[in-house]
Structures are given as C-alpha cells and as structure tokens.
C-alpha cells in the first residue's frame, strides 16, 4: 500500500491507510525506526532513554478519536511512550517535540480538507517533517510486520495526557513578538475554521489585548473548513464589514495557513503577507540573505515588488515542506505560499499562522493606518489556472505538439508572463497556470495549452 504523499497520510476516514487496522500498524511501522535495537536505525532525542517518545496532536475531526487511539495503542505495543495533546495546531506540535525532547511529532489531521478525510503528519526530534528516506523506511516496514516488532509485556509503553500543552504554545506564539507589544486598541475578527486553534488563537489574541469577534471556534467533529477558514472566507469577509473590524484573521484547520481580509472586504493572500514582512524584516536588519522563498505558483506581481526592494524570489516546488526545505539549505527565514503557508524559521520550523498573524498584526497596529493601506504592497499580475484530468498510464506531457504549443504560448507573452504547466503529484491532473501583463492574452495561453493535453490525453 502506497502511504505517504506529498505532507504525510492522508486519506478518508475509516478507509484505505485511515482505518483503524492501518493506522496501528502504521505506528508499529515507526516505531520499529524508534527503537534503533530492532530496526539498526534510530533518530530522535532520546537515544539513551529505555523507551522512544512521541507526541500526538489533532485537529477536530470526528474520526481523529479513532485515529489517535489506533495510534496509541500501535505505539505503546511496540514500547513507545505517547504523550497525547488533544487538539492543538500543527505547529504546536512541531513546537513541543522539540521543547518536550520528543522523538517524534504526530499530527492527524487532514489541513484544509473536509471532515470526511484525515491524514498523520509526522514530525522528527528537531520539529522539520522527516525525510523522503524515512517515509520510504516506513513505509517498507509497514508491509513487512510481524509479531517480533511488538514489545515484551515488560517493555510496553506508556500514555500520559499533557495538561498544559495549550499554555505551553500560548506563550511560545506570544513570544514571537518583542517584548512589550500590544495590541490594545485593534478590533479582530478571527476565523478559526472549526479546527485545531479554536482555543489558542482567541486566547493569545486576547491576551495580547486585542477586541475580538470570533467565528468557526464552535467544532462539532463535522464542521471543519465548511463554510470557514482561510479556503473560504466569506463568512470572515461579512464579519469584517458588519462588526466594522479593522482587519480578519482566518487560520485553515489545522492552524499552519493564515489568509487575511482588510477593513473593507478584500482578501490579502499569502503573496501579500510575505511582501509585507519581507518589507518589514529588511527595515529591521533581519531578513536573512537577501530574499523570500515562495513557490512556483507565486506571482509575478509578489517577485518584482522584491525586486524593487533588491531581494530575490526563490521559488521551490508547490508545498510548505519544499519552501521549507529550501529555507534550511540556503539559509533563508523568510518564506511560504500563496495559499496562506508562511514559514518564519526565526521561530517555528514549518507553516504556523498563528505566528504569522500575530507580525502581521503587529505591523498593522504599529501603522495607525487603516488595513487596506498597509496591507496591499503590489497589483498581482493577472494569473489563471486550470486543471486537465487524464487517464491513468497516460503522459500528455510527452507529447510533441503538447510541448510545441507550450513554448509557443511562452514566447507570445514575450518576456510580460510566465508559463507553468505540471503534473500534480498526487492524481492524475495536468496542472496548468499563465501569468502576464495582458489578462486576454493568459486566458488564450491557458486555454490553448489545455486544448492540447485534452487532445494528447
């Protein structure tokens, strides 16, 4: 069985890799990368303890009780110790694994999926996603079980409940920000998305005296990223304009997106955000060698605005683990997606809106200018994208006409936009996205590249 995809197990509920049977063996299949003495490879911070430790996060999905106990259960027969958080973002638990000196970080959840899915993230003793080589380990393993990786009775595991994991996160987010700062005076609406933050985030806001009207913080396991959140902003968009706040906050489901709405309705993506505090870091001497990390799907717009200010765009693959991936290699701390993800290693090592709301915000209030002024840096460049489904087995790509009409629809914006088509990495979809000056002319490239991969598929 195929497990991981492009950021962990994901899945529906109660189906494939998220049943319960799955998910324990699953957790056998770690811990056998756990335990060094049985699998003769061992990560994580606790090599001279008896017993690996691991941490275990969710969001609020009704099958994340299923999941976390299928999980535990896995973990404590192969003579691991499980820590259980309850629902907390996915940052906090990346945050926690390391300040817990945990071995591994688990988060099920399934982001900014509906309730019917669910997924485990997985995290390593140094809070990055583990590598491509230990999923591959992993996953080999998981298909290679037997009763010699359960642990003697003597050796089983141990669960305990962290009481003060919420507190624990509250302050780390509140301590992102220099000493001092507040946000009296600010009127927030906050979108929580039924998820994982629905607790911490009003509280940390509030704390730092903020005046909040909070919607999505009512979960009920089946109304995560319905209606809400930063995939969906309508609700927080009426919120804005009926309270009159100054700016909304929408967190995904899980809590690594932030997707902001001005004080009169527009929505800021992450392109904007990462302008902004890339403006703001150069300002203060803290941006990291000169430039962002965004993705290939970042607009042309967000690059010449850093280009104004003499920083580059680097463009990694799309997902916060690639932008992420690109930040440790070449030494950057600043980063993230058009989507909402933004990496701010300076303090947390993956995607963490929460944190990236709270500089935003502290931007904004330190401004004394309405949102709308400070937040737009740039115009986006007209942008399209359009998904081509194919047969599996088939390879449109290789196509020569395909690739003739691709370099034709280039040349035509004659230096004014860019052409990415690719093929997603998880079905079987042609994914393909223009970008120019002229919004007619990208409409016509996208429309004739797809034409082709209809025909070619």
């Known amino acids: 069985m195929k497990l991981f995809g492009t950021d962990g197990v994901r899945g529906k509920a109660n189906q494939g890799a998220m049943t319960p ?25 606790n090599a001279g303890s008896a017993r690996p ?87 080999q393993k998981f298909t290679a079980l037997s ?7 003597i050796a089983l595991g141990r669960a305990t409940r962290l009481d ?88 995904d489901g899980d809590g690594d997106r932030l997707i ?6 527009a929505v800021v993506d992450g392109d904007q955000i990462l302008a902004l505090l890339a403006r703001e870091m150069q300002a203060a001497g803290r941006l990291a060698r000169g430039a962002v990390v965004g993705t290939v799907m970042a607009n042309l717009g967000l690059e010449r605005y850093l280009q104004s200010l003499n920083l580059k765009l680097l463009r990694a693959n799309v997902g916060d683990r690639f932008v992420t991936e690109m930040m440790r290699e070449g030494g950057y701390n600043l980063g993230g997606e058009q989507s909402g993800h933004i990496v701010l290693s300076d303090f947390a090592t993956t995607g963490d809106g929460l944190i990236a709301a709270l500089q935003v915000l502290s931007i904004v209030s330190a401004a004394q200018r309405p949102a709308h002024e400070v937040l737009k840096l740039f115009d986006a460049v007209p942008q399209q994208l359009q998904n081509v489904h194919y047969a599996r087995g ?34 079987p979809v042609i994914r393909v996205m223009a970008e120019g000056d002229d919004a007619a002319q990208v409409s016509a490239a996208v429309e004739r590249i797809c034409e082709a991969i209809r025909v070619a598929a």
């Not at 009763?147 to 009775?153: F, I, R, S, T, W």
């Open 394 to 427: 088939a390879n449109p790509l290789a196509n020569d006409n395909v690739q003739r009409v691709i370099a034709d629809a280039a040349t035509h914006l004659n230096g004014h936009g860019r052409i990415l088509v690719r093929p997603s990495g998880t079905e």
């Open 21 to 45: 049977q799955s998910v324990l063996n699953l957790a056998i299949a770690i811990a056998t990368q756990l335990s060094g003495a049985r699998a003769g490879t061992r990560f994580g911070a």
């Open 147 to 153: 009763e010699d990786d359960l642990a003697a009775p």
């Open 260 to 265: 902001l709405v001005d004080d009169k309705g």
């Open 53 to 139: 430790k691991v941490i275990i996060g969710k969001d609020t999905r009704l099958s994340g009780y299923m999941i976390e106990s299928a999980l535990e259960a896995g973990f404590i027969g192969a003579g691991v110790d499980v820590v259980l958080v309850g629902p907390m973002p996915t940052p906090a638990i990346a945050q926690l694994t390391r300040s817990l000196r945990a071995d591994l970080g688990v988060v099920i959840s399934a982001s900014h999926n509906p309730y019917e899915d669910n997924g485990i993230k997985l995290f390593g003793a140094d809070g990055y996603k583990i590598s491509d080589e230990l999923e591959m380990a992993i996953e």
């Open 164 to 251: 003060d994991a919420s507190g624990r996160y509250i302050e780390f987010a509140k301590s992102s920000l220099p000493r001092g700062t507040r946000l009296d005076g600010l009127r927030i609406a906050l979108d929580c998305a039924n998820g994982a933050a629905y607790k911490v985030a009003p509280r940390v806001l509030w704390e730092l005296g903020a005046e909040l009207i909070t919607i999505g913080d009512q979960p009920d396991g089946l109304n995560i990223n319905a209606g809400c959140g930063a995939t969906d902003t309508r609700a927080l968009r009426q919120a804005v304009l009926d309270y009159r706040t100054h700016i909304g906050v929408a967190l």
